[in-house]
């Protein structure tokens, strides 16, 4: 089957302009993460779904950024009224979040913003 | 959350084993060690896991010390395909059971050279 697909690839906006950002997980996967990497930096974690519970959004730099999940399908990461430091690849990732050690996520190409 | 310590950079030969160590002596008892890697331009893939035991799987080999304070990536044949950032983490508590997200550190910048 196809693995977690994000879109779109490359994105570039002006300093001020929304910004929505999408992932498509695998199906059947119930957990669903968002991460950030700046430009030689290592991932960081913004926000993620489990299912039909509340999402921890401890993640989140600023409350520019929100995200929403469509069930346990789509999810749209928002990025409001954009800064040249929201520049950073965007990365999606599921897994089955069936509990215990076996829970391998499965991240998506990312998407590069480049914030003008 | 337990942290991770990882050099920086490390240099193989092809067809030589890499071992890449990873530091996390803060570790509790019922964190798991997971690696993954990067590979240039793309998301990070997952690897391999452990809590205690040695593991290996057809990617690579995770040896951990018995005292669980640092641990060892091997990929015992490295090929050209196998440069990428290799990240160790330890997997934090989870908020909600089954969804656990990944803290990832600075990782180990690995090459293989021909």
């Known amino acids: 089957g196809a693995g977690v697909s994000q879109s779109p690839s490359n994105k570039v906006t002006e300093k001020g302009k929304d910004v929505e950002l999408r992932c498509d997980p695998i199906?059947?996967?119930?957990?669903l993460y968002w991460y950030r990497q700046r430009l030689g930096q290592g991932l960081e974690f913004l926000i993620y779904?489990?299912?039909?519970?509340?999402?921890?959004k401890s993640g989140l730099p600023s409350d520019r950024f929100s995200a929403e999940r469509t069930g346990e399908s789509v999810s749209t990461l928002t990025i409001q009224r954009t800064q040249q430091e929201d520049s950073a690849v965007y990365l999606c990732?599921?897994?089955?979040?069936?509990?215990?050690?076996?829970?391998?996520?499965?991240f998506g190409p990312g998407t590069r913003l480049t914030v003008l | 959350d337990a942290k991770t310590t990882q050099p920086p950079s490390m240099d193989c030969a092809e067809g030589r084993a890499a071992n890449l160590p990873c530091n996390h002596s803060?570790?509790?008892?019922?964190?798991?060690v997971y690696w993954y890697r990067q590979i240039h331009s793309q998301g990070p893939q997952y690897i391999i896991h452990g809590l205690k035991n040695n593991e290996t799987n057809e990617m690579a080999s995770l040896i951990i010390t018995e005292d669980r304070k640092s641990s060892t990536l091997i990929l015992p044949h490295a090929t050209l395909r196998d440069t990428a950032v290799y990240y160790c983490i330890v997997r934090v508590a989870a908020v909600y059971q089954g969804a656990q997200k990944l803290v990832f550190g600075q990782g180990t910048r690995l090459t293989i050279n021909p």
């Open positions: 779904f489990q299912g039909n519970s509340a999402p921890d």
């Open positions: 990732a599921s897994s089955l979040g069936s509990g215990g050690a076996y829970n391998e996520q499965f």
């Open positions: 199906s059947g996967h119930t957990a």
């Open positions: 803060t570790i509790s008892g019922n964190e798991y």
